[in-house]
Structures are given as structure tokens and as C-alpha cells.
């Protein structure tokens, strides 16, 4: 099958159905739009890059189409059910958070200090930590970590609040909209998370702590598109610089420095296309003594952590690496949907996807709430990691959506209507 031909076919069927969603929503945030920008970056970047590279492996055919079958399935799940913006005033539809929300605000803030703490001392940060030189600590305790080094290792209350910042940045937002805190507060809760998330010198955390917060202040602050672009714009060019210079770092200081900075920059961002197509191809292997489904890893973390079964027989957290072509551990959001169900599976798993995540826009544009908005991040998260894996299915969402349903009565302001609140200036 020839490249040109899949490639035109199937962007043209997914510009007709971003440009119909575009005509619903008039959002730039829509997940689907999130989710096309990274997936294009993937699916177009591999194979330029190969060719570039003069790479002897490439994206097959096969790998391509079914790539742009996950792609197109996962629109097509929004478009049936994305509904149109209600008519009335966007401040008439944001339900404030309580007056406990501060005190929610420094609790949620001291429980992120606390694992920050315990994890530090339980790789030895603490013991090995120096003031003039930083990220030299930083850098040599994650080199150090074995292989299998896991946060539980710090207690399970401790690993609840192992990405606490997900949580309060959007509150300090929340409350900064009502005008309970000012923008010097806001600033400093902003500061305080983004130092915590970077302790463990793992990108993952502030990329969350980005996506979380801009999702936050769009949607309470309905920024122009050209306010919009140019503040996503600098968190982007932000968060390229910061991952760029950290594995500069990383590979500085690890002990083989054989492979070049840019061939590691080209195998984070296009490897798992290329892994994906082995997956398929069914040269993947993990231990799965009790051929679990793969989508249940979240489910089968809860479980072990209630001692009802083993949780090391179960294929929970990071994939096994392959080899061919490239060392990596990452295979597109499709992963789990292909080893399960094979190829019903990359195109229904997308689909449901899809309908839950415009099921949650639909709910937010109607009737904004604290805990609407921190679902939603949890979907355009999802999507900008979406070349990586399928973090829905990850072990972290059972506690995600754990906390979630607890905050909800803490934070709410017991009002049987919402009303309006008043933009700061």
C-alpha cells in the first residue's frame, strides 16, 4: 500500500472531522485538537525523521494505517457526542468552590511536601543532597535508582499524593477566579509545585503540572485565541527546552555516553511508532502467567493493594522494553488495546475513549465544577502523552479518581445554584 496514498486519504478524513467539531465547540482545547497535534507529531514525525535519518527501519504500511485507525476512531467517538455550547453568559455556568477550599488547598500542599520528603529520604537525596550544586544531587540519585524502585516503597499514604499538584494548582486557580487569593499567592503555590515536581529530576510531573494548570485557566478564564496561543506557545517552547537540556544532563552524566543527545531526542519522540508496529507484529513478550487483560492494570493495582491478589503477576506499571529497532518501553496509547483484543481492539478502545472524553467536555461546558475540571485535565493529559501510552489505564487513575470523589464535598460551597464570579483584574 503506498505511503502518499494512506497518508492524503486519512488526514483528509480527520480535517473533516476536526473542522465539524470545530463548527460545535469553537474550543483550540478540545481534546480532539490536543490529541490530532500530538498524534500527527508522531505519525508524520516517524516517518520523516527515518527518512531523514536514512533509517533501515521504517513505519510500515500496516503500523501507519492502523496508527490513523486509533487516530480517526477516537474522533469519531467525540464527534457522536460532543453536543453544541448551551446559550447564556460562560460566568452564569461556574459553580464556586467553599470557604474550606483554602484549608483543602495547604493540606493538599503539605501531603505533596511530605511524599516529596519521604521519597528524598528513602533513595538517599536527603543524605546526598548539596547546595552548590543542585541538580548534580538531583541527577546522581536518579541514576542511581534500581531498576525496580517503585514510590510505594515510601507507604501507600504517601504514594496518594505522588502528583498532589494535580489537585491544588487548579483549587489556588479556582480561588484566585474568585478573588480569595491573590495573584502573589497564586504565584507562590505555582513555584512551590513546579520545585516539588522536578525533585525526582523526571520530566513526567511538570508536564502534568502544565497540562493541569493551563487546562484550569482556560476554562475558568476563557482566554482569547491569541492570548491562548501565545501562553500555550511559551509552555510548550518551555517544556521542549527543559526536557532537551535535562536529557543533555542525564546523558552527561550516565555511564554510556556512546549514543548522541539528538538520536536520544529522535528515539523519545518517534521510537514508539516504530515499537508499536513489533507489538502488532507479535514480537512483544511480558510475563502475564494468568493472561490478564492489559486494560485492567489499574483495576489490578487497587486489587493488589488490598492483598486480594498478587500484584506482581499482573501486567501493571511500565511495559517491557523492546530492542528492534530502537531500546524503548513505550507503545502509542494503542498498546494495551492491541495485545487485548488485536485489531477490534485499536479500533473500539479508541472509540469508547473517545465518547467518555467528550461525555466530560459536554458536562463542563454546562455546568463547571472543581471536580469537572480535574477530570478533564486528566483527558487532554492524556492525549498530549498519547504517542507514549494510555495513561487511563494506568495504575495512577483508580487514585486519581479516588481523591477526586473525596475533595468533592470538601471543597463544595453547598449552593443548590451557581452564580456568577467576577474575573479579577
Keep these: 500500500m503506498n505511503y ?14 476536526l473542522f465539524s467539531l470545530w463548527r460545535r465547540t469553537h474550543d483550540y482545547l478540545l481534546c480532539a485538537n490536543i490529541f490530532s497535534a500530538c498524534f500527527a507529531f508522531l505519525v508524520l514525525g516517524s516517518q520523516v525523521w527515518c527518512h531523514l535519518t536514512g533509517n533501515p527501519f521504517y513505519p510500515t504500511p500496516k503500523t501507519v494505517l492502523l496508527l490513523y485507525t486509533g487516530w480517526i476512531t477516537f474522533l469519531l467517538g467525540m464527534a457522536i457526542t460532543v453536543r453544541r455550547l448551551p446559550q447564556g453568559p460562560e460566568a452564569d455556568r461556574i459553580t464556586p468552590v467553599g470557604r474550606n477550599a483554602k484549608w483543602v488547598l495547604v493540606a493538599l500542599m503539605l501531603a505533596h511536601l511530605g511524599f516529596t520528603i519521604a521519597v528524598s529520604s528513602s533513595t538517599g537525596l536527603l543524605a546526598t543532597f548539596q547546595l552548590n550544586n543542585i541538580v548534580g544531587s538531583l541527577v546522581a540519585n536518579r541514576l542511581n535508582l534500581s531498576g525496580d524502585f517503585s514510590t510505594a516503597h515510601v507507604g501507600w499514604f504517601f504514594e496518594a499524593w505522588h502528583t498532589a499538584f494535580v489537585y491544588y494548582v487548579p483549587l489556588a486557580i479556582y480561588l484566585y477566579r474568585q478573588r480569595q487569593i491573590s495573584r502573589r499567592s497564586l504565584l507562590i503555590v505555582w513555584g512551590f509545585a513546579s520545585a516539588l515536581s522536578l525533585m525526582q529530576f523526571s520530566r513526567v510531573p511538570f508536564l502534568m503540572l502544565l497540562v493541569f494548570g493551563l487546562v484550569t485557566w482556560t476554562v475558568l478564564f476563557r482566554p482569547s485565541g491569541w492570548k491562548m496561543a501565545r501562553i500555550s506557545g511559551a509552555l510548550l517552547c518551555a517544556a521542549v527546552v527543559l526536557f532537551a537540556g535535562m536529557q543533555a544532563v542525564l546523558a552527561n552524566m550516565a555511564v554510556n555516553k556512546s549514543v548522541d543527545l539528538s538520536d536520544q531526542l529522535g528515539t523519545y519522540a518517534f521510537s514508539s511508532a516504530l515499537a508499536f508496529g513489533e507489538l502488532v507484529n507479535g514480537n512483544y513478550d511480558e510475563d502475564n502467567p494468568h493472561h490478564a487483560l492489559y486494560v485492567g492494570a489499574g483495576i489490578y493495582y487497587m486489587l493488589g493493594k488490598l492483598s486480594l491478589l498478587n500484584a506482581e503477576e499482573y ?16 507503545y502509542t496509547f494503542l498498546d494495551a488495546f492491541a495485545l487485548d483484543f488485536g485489531i477490534i481492539g485499536i479500533i473500539l478502545g479508541p472509540f469508547a475513549m473517545g465518547i467518555g472524553m467528550a461525555w466530560v467536555y459536554n458536562r463542563l461546558r454546562t455546568h463547571v465544577t472543581y471536580p469537572l475540571v480535574l477530570l478533564y485535565g486528566l483527558c487532554v493529559y492524556t492525549c498530549c502523552i498519547a504517542i507514549l501510552g494510555n495513561f487511563l489505564i494506568g495504575a495512577p487513575v483508580p487514585i486519581f479518581l479516588g481523591i477526586v470523589f473525596l475533595l468533592r464535598p470538601l471543597v463544595s460551597s453547598r449552593t443548590r445554584r451557581p452564580r456568577a464570579l467576577p474575573s479579577p483584574a
Design 4 to 17: 502518499a496514498l494512506i497518508n492524503t486519504g486519512c488526514l483528509g478524513f480527520v480535517t473533516l472531522i
Design 315 to 330: 501486567p501493571i506499571g511500565f511495559r517491557t522494553y523492546v530492542f528492534v529497532p530502537y531500546p524503548t518501553n513505550v
